[in-house]
């Protein structure tokens, strides 16, 4: 009996391809997955590379800006900030406070060096009108040695007071408003409320003084907002307008403006036609 030699294990065709199929599955997926890692771990990497940009961005910005200004724009700007009331709104407030008054003068305290002395012509007249001798005549003799002596000064203290600690208030405006006859009137305005802190006449003035400020004003037919609105064209906030002589040619309101990049321009404008007679930067 003839036994066939034993067949050797054949795939089929068939079988054949579905192997290479799924081989050729698993590299494709493999592949798939490793693109995907590769783009994720871009990704975050692009990521944190953005961030990193944008980060130190801020926290530099500022100091840099801020160490730019001179030692003038950075006070300016200090004062202009914590300011909220106006020049408008003050010099309303300043007129309001003298009946018949014109202003002649207004001024925010702190924002140049020149700043008029404030404090003389308030503690000035402090004491002249505290210690008249109304007081002295009203305290007996040992008045001047025991709490009288404070007395004297009590009514002024009174005035005096807000006069002193205005600097503790925030920034102040001063303006000086004048009656017809001339007769300043000095009023101290808080420039982040809005109210009135002190306001008395001047009393360092004389005759000749009240003339010359009564003829000034008799000259000037623009008002100072309007002298404030031709200075701001250029764009700026006023910070000081005071009327003044303009050498023997009439009288001009001169204007203060701080612009965006905290320098301070005076323009002289004519208090008669309110043209620009003069223009003058101060870079520091």
Known sequence: MRLDPRRKNRLSPRSRNLKVTGAAACVAAAALLLTACGQSSDSATSAATEAAKVLPQKTTASPSATADLTEAQQERK?????TEVTFDDAATTAVGE?????LV????EGVDDDDRDES?????TGSPTGS????DAASPTGSPTGSPTGSPTGSPTATGSPTASPGAEGPVWVAEVAEKDGTVHTVRINAVDGKVIDARVDEDQDDQDKQQTARWLSEATQTPEQAAKVATEKKGTVTSVSLDDNDGNG???SVDVVGSDWKKTTFDVDAKNDTIV???TDND
């Open 251 to 253: 009288v001009i309101w």
């Open 78 to 82: 200090r004062v202009l900030d914590a």
């Open 105 to 108: 003068d207004l001024d925010l």
């Open 98 to 102: 003298v009946a018949g008054g014109k």
């Open 278 to 280: 003069r223009e003058e």
């Open 120 to 124: 003389p012509s308030p503690t000035g």
């Open 132 to 135: 008249p001798s109304p007081t």
